[in-house]
């Protein structure tokens, strides 16, 4: 059964920090495309940052050069560094996993930022 779980969403400050985590479980890590989306009430998910399956990096325009995306391959986790935070950034923020055949997705961890 795979599981992906956040953590590390909460409330700050504009221009502050926030690192999300993911934890992984019941999936071939590596060789799997796994990222972050978010979405905001009414509108689409979107892609924030992701891992393609051949390890790669993909950032929304909006994030990059604020955002970094890394991944800790023993622990089976992947991260989401988020720096200067603007309200915009508000969302709620999903862990997303593609294999060949399936995608996954976590319970989102709500991020909110104040201005």
């Not at 399936?102 to 319970?107: A, S």
């Amino acid at each position: 059964q795979v599981q992906l779980v956040e953590s590390g969403g909460g409330l700050v400050q504009a221009g502050g920090s926030l690192r999300l985590s993911c934890a992984a479980s019941g999936i071939i890590f590596s060789g799997n495309a796994m990222g972050w989306y978010r979405q905001a009430p009414g509108k689409q998910r979107e892609l924030v940052a992701r891992f393609t399956s051949s390890g790669t990096t993909n950032y929304a325009d909006s994030v990059k050069g604020r955002f970094t995306i890394s991944r800790d391959n023993a622990k089976k986790t992947i991260y989401l560094q988020m720096n200067s935070l603007k309200p915009e950034d508000s969302n709620v923020y999903y862990c997303n996993a593609e294999t060949r055949l399936q995608i996954f997705w976590g319970q989102g961890t709500q991020v909110t930022v104040s201005s």
